[in-house]
């Protein structure tokens, strides 16, 4: 008999070949962000044949992909799309969206919350205010961002081992997005350290041009930042208003909604 969505039978109903090639893609992770058909073979205890049919697959069907200078392998574009469509039913986006989008029509600025996958941010939300704000940034839900020239990204950074953090700045590369841009991995890593001392951070047009965003850290029930998000505005807008009203709205924002997803803020 089948009740809701669990079939029963002991896993008389499993499928194999589909067991493998979900055993396959659970290997990849931090630690192994790239293998080799052989590494894939061992750390799976599939045979190299069962192996090599399995990633071929992965690779047609836009799962997995290979490195083209190292021939490893590593998750391809239709995992990231799954997990964006996923995305939705996580606890994250349904708490975020209500506390960033009264965020927004507090302050009149855009507000957007991004994720880290490998070396650059996926956008998640992106909440524009009822009001108050008169120019679209060029950024759009499922689309990537650099880590190293957006406040979001470098609360990433600062949440990382300093070691970690400069192999992933060291991996990027540096692009002249606008005249504020900066390029110095040094410079980078220094306000990078500010911003773990601060716990947010605020960037000037480095990314788009006349735009400054105010940036906080989202964390979960393991102290681990999951996301981040920034509230942002035109410069001469922003030069007009309240920072510190601006700062304490979004600080307020990164407490509750990481306070509902267990983290424990300690002041």
């Not at 650059?120 to 650099?146: D, Q």
């Amino acid at each position: 008999m089948y009740r809701g969505n669990k079939p029963e039978g002991n896993g008389r109903y499993a499928i194999t070949s589909v067991q493998n090639a979900l055993k396959v893609l659970k290997l990849f992770d931090a630690q192994n962000v790239q293998l080799s058909l052989i590494e894939i073979s061992k750390l799976s205890g599939i045979s190299k044949s069962t192996t090599l049919r399995i990633v071929f697959t992965l690779v047609q069907e836009g799962f997995l992909k290979q490195d083209e200078t190292s021939k490893k392998y590593e998750l391809g574009i239709e995992i990231v799309r799954m997990g964006l469509s996923a995305f939705d039913s996580l606890d994250l986006n349904r708490i975020a969206s209500a506390r960033l989008k009264k965020l927004a029509d507090e302050t009149g600025l855009i507000v957007q919350m991004a994720i880290l996958n490998k070396n650059e941010l996926i956008l998640t939300l992106k909440i524009l205010p009822k009001v108050g704000f008169s120019r679209a940034l060029s950024s759009h839900i499922g689309g990537s961002m650099p880590i190293w020239c957006t406040g979001i990204g470098r609360l990433f950074l600062a949440n990382m081992k300093e070691e970690k953090a400069r192999e992933i700045l060291n991996s990027c590369e540096l692009k002249q997005y606008t005249p504020n841009t900066i390029l110095d991995r040094d410079e980078i890593m220094r306000l990078v350290k500010t911003a773990a001392k601060e716990k947010s951070i605020i960037t000037s047009s480095e990314h788009e041009n006349g735009i400054i965003s105010i940036c906080y850290p989202i964390y979960d029930h393991t102290n681990k930042m999951i996301a981040g998000f920034s509230a942002s505005g035109i410069r001469e807008v922003i030069a007009d208003m309240d920072i510190n009203k601006i700062k304490d709205a979004a600080k307020k924002a990164s407490e509750d909604i990481s306070n509902e997803l267990g983290h424990n803020i300690v002041s």
